[in-house]
């Protein structure tokens, strides 16, 4: 069945010697997991997690579901989201995107603090209004649905029956009714699925729960089995909106967890997905994946993919059998799309010279910025970083500016100008997984000369300790020093030059895996990011980065 599958895909992409369109998986590379998507009009809009990253809910938007832009983040003032003390993983999980006439909502769970929330904007751009808070709503991964006699409903992971577990990671969802005037919930709390798809197979951690209605049924699709290996999308049906609710036969209607882990270039832990309906009838699944590159590890964290969704004896159908999901689909929307340019996947290629008035979107700050401790106009074409005293390893806001690694194979390089006056002040490229897991190239100062530095963190300490790994002295002339990290899957490589593309190699075959997910833990990807620490004390001194790039060279690409 695969090999017919994947014939067929072929003599469609390229049909009596006309190449079609065709898109890549993922349609968002790196971190950007859980994504949800809805259409108004012509228009698509997805909404991803983001953890303890600031600005938080990125958003995204197309006209065509290939070529997408960033045009936001919902969550961009830090009267919104206050992030202090949130670990790497946690903060803003799952968000749920949906629109009713002429408001966009958005529904979310903030962990740690305060819980389920939702925010409201006419214009997907923003303003987005301040978290409006659901404390009836205990659980996580909550989902709005609007039916079509003006009611709605609040859908939610939550705890089991009676908080009694019949067996580990026993979960169930459940449903409120939602005034939408007033922002709140109404009614009893309702149970649609106790455990799973079927609880005498254990069925663990079902969750990401979003209502649909077609031809008469509402039909409820979750994910099951837990966000690793075992990740699956499954569906409900029912007459009813609050039940009850019969597992399909054929569940899971999404999973890789059945092929074999050593297959060439695979994509795991599938599941969490959200569907959409084109205006011409067509349906579509959006939903996370990961590319591991050796036993299951992975850096870029997981990813948004896409799928073609058919609807069969009346229940939606993703994959069959055996089948993989594939890097490349013929384009769901071919008049519309003239050209694939989507600057969030495949080997893109992102430059940043720092000579615009504000940050790209596509830059994060490592938890809520409450003090502006950057500029883009005191040097122009230049971004000016203070050095703080706080550190990535701990949970504040440190002077850290983060761009997602997207790439197996590829690489970033910054160009900057720093003088350090002590040993404990040290600016450059960090390539970052988490508090504890984490490789910084950095210049700083030893003996009164300059010198370039490779840094690994001790991944069972949490007080920020660091391993010097490699360190080189620096001539004095010149000001501008070049720092690049080159990935290859499993190794990294680290250079400087001190003359514009004269690398200079400081270390190669540096462990990868130790900035895995599998090694680290989390729930988020690797962040390459400008980071200057006075680690731990007050200084005046600043770093001036004029310049970043990053690019991929995965063959799955080429």
Known sequence: MKKLFTAILLLTISLNGISQLTYNNPILSGFYPDPSICRVGNDYYIVNSS???????????????????????????PAQLDLEGAGVSRGLFAPTIRYNKGVFYIICTLV??????????????????????????????????????????????????????MHDGHRTIRMFEFDIKNLKVTGEEKLLINGGTDMAKKPVWIEGPHIFKKDGWYYLICAEGGTGYNHSEVVF??????GPYISYEKNPILTQRQLDPARKDPVTTTGHADLVETASGSWYAVFLGCRPYEDGHYNIGRETFMLPVDWKDGWPHMLEGNEAVQYQYPVPLPALTKKVNNNFNGNFFFKDDFNTAQLNYRWEFLRTAKEKWYSLSEKKGTLTINLL????????????????????????????????????????????????????????VVDGAPVVQ?????????NGKSELLRSQTLAKTGKTLELKIETNRNVLAFYYATQKGKWNLLKDAVDAKFLSTQTAGGFVGSMYALYATSTGEQTANKVYFDHFETKGTDPIYH
């Not at 490779?454 to 949490?462: E, G, H, I, M, P």
């Open 51 to 77: 953890f303890a990253y600031f600005p938080g809910l990125p958003i995204f938007h197309s006209t065509d579901l290939v070529n997408w832009k960033q045009i936001g983040h919902a969550m961009d003032r």
């Open 237 to 242: 049906r029912s007459k009813a909106v609050d």
């Open 112 to 165: 740690d603090k305060g819980g389920n929330f939702v925010i409201t904007a006419t214009d997907p751009k923003g303003p987005w209004s301040n978290p409006v808070w659901l404390k009836e709503v205990n659980g996580i991964d909550p989902s709005l649905y609007f039916d079509d006699n003006d009611k709605a409903y609040v859908l939610f992971n939550s705890i089991p029956p009676n908080n009694i577990s």
């Open 389 to 444: 005293p706080q550190t990535c390893s701990g949970k504040e806001n440190p002077a850290f500016l983060g761009f997602r690694q997207a790439h197996l194979n590829g690489y970033a390089a910054i160009s900057m100008n720093f003088k350090a006056n002590t040993t404990n002040e040290k600016a450059g490229l960090l390539l970052f997984q988490n508090e504890t897991h984490f490789y910084f190239l950095c210049q700083s």
């Open 454 to 462: 490779l840094y690994r963190s001790v991944a069972a300490d949490k």
